[in-house]
C-alpha cells in the first residue's frame, strides 16, 4: 500500500461503510482541498465502495476481517508479505471448520477481488489468490426441495384470513410463488408499486443492481395484496412498504418494511 498511509485494511472496514471523503455537490467544482482529498483515498476503501449489494458488503466485510485476524494483519503494508501459502493454509483452516464449499468460495473470491483490485492500484504486486483452487460448484440444481402442486395449495391455504398478520402472510406467499421475486425484492417493495400498465396491474420490481422490472400481477395475488393493504390501512400511503412487521417485540416501529429474515 502507499507509503504514509494512515487508515488500513481494517480500519477501512469497520462501521460497513468507505472511507471516502464527503464532497459538497454543488454548481462550482472541486475545492483543491477535495481534490487533495480524493486523490489520497486508500486503494482497500475505492474497491470496498464499488460493492452496490449492502448484503455483499457485509459478508464480504466479515470475510476480510476473518482473513485478516488469521493472518495477524495489523498494518496495510503487511498485504504485501500475504503469499499463496498463506491463502492455502487460510482455506484448510475454513475446510476443517466444516464450512460448505459455497461459503469457501465466497470467502476466497472476496479476497481475490480485494487484491486484485489492490493489483490494479499497483497497491501490492500480485494476487495471491490466484492459482488457489475452490470447491467444486454442485453439478446438480439447487438444494431447496420442489414443492408439488397439493402442497403450494396448502401453503397459500395456511395462515388465517381473520387476523392482519394472516392476511398479510395470505398475499407475501403468492407474490413469491406465482412471480419468483427474491426475499430483499419483496421487502423493498412500496404500496406505489402497485401499477396499472394498459389497465393490468403490475408489480414494480426493484431488482440487484439497480435494474427495475414490472411483472404482471396474478389476478389472485392481486386481490389478496389489496385486501392486505385495505387491512393495515396504508391504502392512501403510497411511500408506505408494502410488507410491514406486525408487531415488534424488540421496541422498533412497526412503520419499516419486513426484513428478508422476517420473511
Not at 492500484?121 to 492459482?131: Q, R
Not at 396499472?196 to 426493484?206: E, K, M, S, Y
Not at 411483472?215 to 390501512?233: D, K, M, R
Request: charged share 25%; proline share 6%.
Amino acid at each position: 500500500m502507499r507509503t504514509g498511509e494512515k487508515r488500513g485494511v481494517k480500519k477501512t472496514m469497520e462501521g460497513g461503510g468507505s472511507q471516502l471523503p464527503t464532497v459538497v455537490r454543488g454548481a462550482r467544482a472541486l475545492t483543491a482541498a477535495e481534490f487533495q482529498g480524493l486523490a489520497e483515498v486508500p486503494p482497500e476503501a475505492e474497491w470496498f465502495a464499488n460493492i452496490d449489494n449492502p448484503r455483499t458488503r457485509r459478508a464480504y466485510r466479515i470475510d476480510i476481517h476473518e482473513f485478516m485476524g488469521f493472518l495477524g494483519i495489523a498494518r496495510p503494508e503487511e498485504c504485501r508479505t500475504v503469499t499463496r501459502a498463506h491463502v492455502l493454509t487460510w482455506r484448510k483452516t475454513l475446510e476443517g471448520h466444516m464450512l460448505s464449499g459455497a461459503t469457501i468460495r465466497r470467502k476466497l473470491a472476496a479476497l481475490s477481488s480485494l487484491f486484485e483490485h489492490l493489483c490494479d492500484a499497483n497497491a501490492v504486486t500480485h494476487n495471491p489468490v490466484k492459482g488457489v483452487k475452490r470447491p467444486k460448484v454442485e453439478s446438480y440444481e439447487g438444494k431447496t426441495p420442489a414443492l408439488g402442486d397439493h402442497q403450494a395449495r396448502a401453503l397459500l391455504n395456511a395462515p388465517s384470513s381473520e387476523t392482519l398478520k394472516g392476511k398479510r402472510d395470505r398475499a407475501i406467499f403468492p407474490v413469491l410463488l406465482y412471480h419468483g421475486l427474491r426475499r430483499e425484492e419483496l421487502c423493498t417493495l412500496k404500496v406505489r408499486d402497485i401499477q396499472q400498465r394498459r389497465g393490468v396491474p403490475h408489480l414494480r420490481v426493484h431488482g440487484k443492481g439497480g435494474k427495475l422490472r414490472y411483472l404482471p400481477l396474478h389476478p389472485g395475488t392481486a386481490e389478496l395484496v389489496t385486501e392486505y393493504v385495505e387491512a393495515g390501512g396504508e391504502g392512501n400511503t403510497p411511500s408506505a412498504p408494502l410488507f410491514r412487521p406486525v408487531k415488534n417485540s424488540r421496541g422498533g416501529t412497526l412503520d419499516e418494511a419486513i426484513t428478508p429474515d422476517g420473511i
